[in-house]
T-cell receptor, first 115, second 111 residues
Framework: AQSVTQPDIHITVSEGASLELRCNYS??????LFWYVQSPGQGLQLLLK??????LVQGIKGFEAEFKRSQSSFNLRKPSVHWSDAAEYFC?????????????FGTGTRLQVTL | DAGVTQSPTHLIKTRGQQVTLRCSPK?????VSWYQQALGQGPQFIFQ???????QRGNFPDRFSGHQFPNYSSELNVNALLLGDSALYLC??????????FGPGTRLTVL
């Protein structure tokens, strides 16, 4: 069965500091990996995705993530956090169309940004 | 393009009632998935529709059912509502298997 673990429930960083959010997954084949962001009361916005190819993936809003197969990880990073980045971040794993294409989400990491 | 739209935005029901939630996918998308997000949790997959058929189903009881119409829009029906059904219900659309695009959700409160 596929699963996602986000070990950090809550992270606080200062504005301008770097950020890394951890994500570990379990999946029986080559995974499709995603990071989403959710502001309070809102839906999910896709930050970036990994399907294949280059293991360092660039996303929107200055975010990037690195796929490490040996560690079953897909950590999200940002070099300099802005106050507007405060939100809930979800990592998700899925598969190709016609197979296990549903997304399985982690429980999320709440990011707080201090000024 | 309005992206994925959902209606209604909020809904209050009482235990035992039935509810229907609606979703219009992004123009050009043919696959619709539904997720339930309880407070403080990540979204949980309910089911996915493609070509008007349920293609995949998560671990939800038969009280949860759905439908996809020829124009790719979709409905989620929940019968015999329980307090535990209170959640944000998210619809997501995709073309085949691109990255899923989520709608803003419907907040369901069961009293």
């Amino acid at each position: 069965a596929q699963s996602v673990t986000q070990p950090d429930i809550h992270i606080t960083v200062s504005e301008g500091a770097s950020l890394e959010l951890r994500c570990n997954y379990s999946y029986g084949a080559t995974p499709y990996l995603f990071w989403y962001v959710q502001s309070p009361g809102q839906g999910l916005q896709l930050l970036l995705k990994y399907f294949s190819g280059d293991t360092l993936v660039q996303g929107i809003k200055g975010f990037e993530a690195e796929f490490k197969r040996s560690q079953s990880s897909f950590n999200l990073r940002k070099p300099s956090v802005h106050w507007s980045d405060a939100a809930e971040y979800f990592c998700a794993v899925g598969g190709p169309t016609g197979t296990a294409s549903k997304l399985t989400f982690g429980t999320g990491t709440r990011l707080q940004v201090t000024l | 393009d309005a992206g994925v739209t959902q209606s209604p935005t909020h809904l209050i029901k009482t235990r035992g009632q039935q509810v229907t939630l609606r979703c219009s996918p992004k123009s050009g998308h043919d696959t619709v998935s539904w997720y339930q997000q309880a407070l403080g949790q990540g979204p949980q997959f309910i089911f996915q529709y493609y070509e008007e058929e349920e293609r995949q189903r998560g671990n939800f009881p038969d009280r949860f059912s759905g439908h996809q119409f020829p124009n790719y829009s979709s409905e989620l029906n929940v019968n015999a509502l329980l307090l535990g059904d209170s959640a944000l219900y998210l619809c997501a659309s995709s073309l085949g298997y691109g990255a899923e695009l989520f709608g803003p959700g419907t907040r369901l409160t069961v009293l």
